[in-house]
C-alpha cells in the first residue's frame, strides 16, 4: 500500500492571521496534489521565540485549531497541524493537534523535550524559561498505518522513536525549527538515524528561512525512508514537497533486516512510563 504525504515549509510572519490563511491555502493545494496526510511546521502560527510564544498563545481549541479543523474537513485529510504555543490553566506549551478528515481532532502532542541549549558563540535558546513540557507519547492511526508524533528537540532523544517503534508507528512526524548551527550539523544525520534505526518513514516540517526574523530556521525539510535515504527535500525558502510513503517497501526492509525480531529483549529494554494520552 502506498499513500501521499506532502510537508508544507511555511514562510511564518508577525501577522496570525496571515500565517493561519497561507497555511490553510497550501493545505488546498497538498491536497490537491493527491495528498492524504499534510504536515506544518512547528510554530506555524507565530514567530519562534520565548518572547513570542505568550504573545501567540492561544487555548485548545481556538482561533489557529479551528482553522485546521476546517481546512482537514474541506480537503479531507490528515493535518498535522505543526505546532502553536498553547495556554492551558496558567501554563505555556507548545502542543501538535492532529485532524482527521472529518475535522475532528485525534490528538494533542504537548512537547516533551524543552529546547534548553547554549554554544558559546553560536546559540543560546532556553525554551523552559516560559514554556511547560508535555508528559505523554502520542501517536495515531489512520488508514494506511500508525503515525508516532514529536516536536523538533524530541527528534534528538532516540528512545522515543524506539518507542513509537515498538508501537507499530511506521511513519514518524517531527515538526521542528532546527537553526542554523544546528540544522545544517544534524537535522539530516538525526531524520535518517531515527528512520534507518527504527525501519520507518521519517518526515519533518520546519518554517521557511527568513534571515530578518530573530530567531532563523535552517529550513530544508525532508522526508527519509526506511533505508535511511532522503527521498524529498525542500530549500531554504516557503515549498511543498511530496513523498509517495511504500508500506510493502518498509514492509520488504523489515523481513531483509528483521533488527525487531533479533532485538536482545532479554539484556535491555526501553519502556515507557507514560500513562496517558491527551486529546
Known amino acids: 500500500m502506498k499513500f501521499r504525504l506532502a510537508v508544507i515549509q511555511l514562510h511564518v510572519t508577525s501577522v496570525k492571521a496571515e500565517n493561519l490563511s497561507r497555511a490553510r491555502k497550501l493545505v488546498k493545494e497538498a491536497a490537491g496534489k ?6 506544518l511546521p512547528e510554530c506555524f502560527n507565530s514567530p519562534y521565540g520565548t518572547s513570542f510564544f505568550s504573545q501567540y498563545a492561544e487555548r485548545i481549541p481556538g482561533e489557529s485549531t479551528q482553522m485546521l479543523s476546517e481546512t482537514a474537513k474541506e480537503n479531507k485529510v490528515y493535518l498535522v497541524g505543526g505546532s502553536i504555543p498553547e495556554e492551558d490553566g ?3 506549551y507548545n502542543s501538535c493537534t492532529v ?8 490528538l494533542k502532542h504537548r512537547k516533551i523535550h524543552l529546547f534548553d541549549i547554549d554554544i558559546p558563540g553560536k546559540i543560546r535558546f532556553q525554551e523552559s524559561e ?9 501517536t495515531f492511526q489512520t488508514p494506511f498505518c500508525k503515525v508516532g508524533v514529536g516536536i523538533c528537540y524530541d527528534m534528538r532523544f532516540a528512545e522515543l522513536a524506539q518507542l513509537y517503534s515498538r508501537r507499530g508507528c511506521e511513519l514518524l512526524v517531527y515538526p521542528g525549527a532546527f537553526n ?4 545544517p550539523a544534524h537535522w539530516e544525520l538525526l531524520q535518517r538515524g531515527r528512520a534507518l534505526d527504527n525501519q520507518v518513514y521519517v518526515a519533518t516540517a520546519s518554517p521557511a528561512r527568513d534571515e ?3 530567531y532563523v530556521a535552517w529550513g530544508h525539510s525532508t522526508v527519509v525512508n526506511p533505508w535511511g535515504e532522503v527521498v524529498s527535500k525542500a530549500g531554504p525558502e516557503e515549498a511543498v514537497i511530496y513523498a509517495d510513503v511504500d508500506l510493502q517497501y518498509l514492509a520488504d526492509i523489515r523481513q531483509q533486516i528483521p533488527v525487531t525480531a533479533q532485538r536482545r529483549d532479554d539484556l535491555y529494554a526501553v519502556t515507557s512510563t507514560a500513562t496517558s494520552v491527551p486529546k
Open 34 to 39: 493527491g495528498s492524504q496526510l499534510v504536515l
Open 90 to 92: 496558567g501554563k505555556l
Open 99 to 106: 485532524f482527521g478528515p472529518d475535522g475532528e481532532l485525534i
Open 130 to 138: 516560559t514554556l511547560s513540557p508535555g508528559s505523554s507519547l502520542s
Open 180 to 183: 542554523m548551527t544546528t540544522g
Open 212 to 214: 530578518t526574523s530573530s
